[in-house]
């Protein structure tokens, strides 16, 4: 375990930038869970660097071993020097650097031919709240959908704040940037799936879809929606019915809605596939 005494060490330079999103080749994950998750997760994990407070923890303890094992760098920073690079107001005293995991679409094609993945895979147009990306990728993760597409212009799914609303999840599923509406049409037609987008305006409620199909789930921000370009694209568009006096539900409330009937659906025909046989 090496000291880092200064701030000004090049080394914790380095860490801050990853911190603040100057440098997208590596992520930047704080706390005990998350560095658990990343562990777990086998992510690539270059430097870790811990208080002596946390050490001092029997979770610490056992998370120190386990990066010692793996010859992961570990760095033991004094508190006021810790608090230079922490992304958080009352941090646990641990901050892993890893690399920054790189996917495709393919990536999300190769995840829809499993049987224990909802044939189900979710563009996000334009979001620019890491906190739902984050939270979105989560929900995600836990109904089995096949990955996220993300579109320009939206926030960065591998921020601080963005990773941390995941609580791991974006660690384990595909979530690939850039891509813009039309190249995500396409891929979406080539793997068979069906274009619906979620929108005030949606023609059927969202539990009178058939989630049993294979489909690209397509959703806008909370102020804007889906603009008309991506509306004149879609197949299919659905809403969720709200009280008259209620203009929209927060994004990620909204996925999880739609995501959990897809599974709810799609368990449903599985099950009824597995009877008639």
């Known amino acids: 375990m090496k000291e880092i005494l200064s701030r ?93 995991p790189a996917h495709d679409p393919g990536s999300v094609s190769s995840r829809l031919t499993k049987a224990d993945v909802l044939p189900l895979a979710i563009y996000l147009s334009v979001i620019n709240n890491p906190s739902n990306i984050g939270a979105i990728v989560r929900t995600a993760e836990a109904a089995g959908v096949a990955g996220i597409i993300m579109s320009p212009n939206s926030a960065d799914a591998f921020s601080a704040k963005a990773i941390r609303a995941s609580m791991g999840s974006i660690f384990r599923l595909p979530v690939v940037a850039g891509v813009s509406f039309r190249e995500a049409a396409d891929w979406a037609v080539a793997e068979s799936l069906v274009l619906t987008g979620a929108a005030v305006s949606g023609k059927g409620e969202y539990y009178t879809a058939d ?5 690209l789930l397509v959703l806008g921000s909370e102020a804007h929606g889906l603009d008309k370009e991506v509306l004149a694209g879609l197949e299919e568009t659905i809403r969720i019915p709200m009280a008259s006096h209620v203009e929209s539900l927060n994004l990620a409330v909204a996925c999880g809605i739609l995501v959990f009937e897809a599974k709810r659906q799609f368990a449903a025909s599985v099950e009824a596939a597995r009877r008639s046989n």
């Not at 920073?77 to 810790?82: I, R, V, Y």
């Not at 989630?211 to 489909?215: E, G, L, N, T």
Request: aromatic share 6%; with cysteine; charged share 35%.
């Open 211 to 215: 989630w049993s199909r294979r489909r």
């Open 8 to 100: 000004n060490n090049p080394l914790l330079k380095h860490v801050r930038q990853v911190r603040d999103g100057k440098e997208t080749n590596e992520i930047f994950c704080e706390g005990a869970r998350l560095a658990e998750e990343a562990l777990r997760s086998m992510l690539s994990v270059r430097n870790v660097f811990v208080t002596e407070k946390f050490t001092a923890r029997e979770s610490g303890r056992r998370i120190v071993t386990e990066c010692e094992k793996r010859g992961i760098a570990i760095n033991l920073l004094g508190n006021k020097t810790f608090d230079s690079i922490a992304d958080t107001e009352s941090s646990q005293g641990i901050v892993l650097i890893a690399e920054r």
